[in-house]
């Protein structure tokens, strides 16, 4: 079995990342080494600050350590939140804050489209009254010892939809619509969200990274178990 550290301390998105990669894969965060602090994102796009992060923490944990840079980029808003995803509407600021933030955003700068309007895909949220384009974007870092390994890249297209639907998830999965679907996230089965999303995009093309770099040979292990996939 092969040991990974997401250097996060979001529960939710460690969970998401085991159930992605699977029984292969043991998946533990920064909730299990307090004494690690999170690296600070400074930097200007999703790479540089899951490099920043898979970095920092590599040099002072054993093993492999992944980290991840992911948010949501809303065309008519020039691709914000973006790399402000997670504090758009402050440092502390919980989902639905965020959410009502960026909703009202897109609100006051009438930037809502009508579905009669749209060439495409309205019937697939007809449901829904008005809505904006954008997309998630994920990228993951991998890094062993102070080494970046390497990083992965995820996105999926959709649709912001101007009111909260479903229970699933986190994030601003609530008002995202896939390309395809015809409900948000956080109203798809998490199987299914599982099975587009930006995020397991990312991580499977880590997974391939990981069996091409046959770990088990180069003792990048970690984690007390016999390493590799």
């Not at 948010?71 to 973006?82: M, R």
């Not at 292990?221 to 996939?229: M, R």
Request: glycine share 12%; aromatic share 6%.
């Amino acid at each position: 079995m092969q040991h990974l550290i997401v250097a996060t301390r979001n529960a939710r998105k460690t969970r998401e990342i085991q159930r992605i990669l699977g029984p292969r894969f043991a998946v533990r965060d920064l909730s299990d080494h307090p004494q690690i602090p999170e690296t600070m994102e400074s930097g200007k796009t999703f790479e540089e600050n899951a490099v920043l992060k898979a970095t920092a923490a590599s040099k002072e944990l054993p093993g492999l350590v992944i980290a991840d840079d992911s948010g949501l980029e809303v065309y008519a808003l020039d691709g914000a939140p973006g790399i402000y995803s997670a504090r758009y509407a402050g440092q502390n600021a919980s989902d639905k804050e965020n959410i009502d933030k960026l909703l009202g955003e897109l609100s006051r700068r009438a930037m809502w489209h009508n579905f009669a309007s749209c060439d495409s895909g309205a019937g697939q949220v007809a449901n829904l009254r008005h809505f904006a384009s954008g997309r998630f974007c994920c990228v993951i870092a991998l890094a062993h010892e102070g080494e970046l390994l390497g990083t992965f890249e995820g996105t999926v297209e959709g649709t912001i939809v101007e009111r909260a639907s479903g229970s699933h998830g986190f994030g601003y999965d609530p008002i995202f619509v896939p390309n395809g679907f015809g409900q948000t996230f956080a109203e798809l089965p998490p199987k299914v969200k599982n099975r587009i999303s930006h995020r397991t995009q990312a991580t499977r093309a880590l997974a391939a990274k990981l069996g091409a770099l046959k770990l088990s040979d180069q003792g990048l292990g970690g984690g007390g178990g016999a390493p590799g996939c």
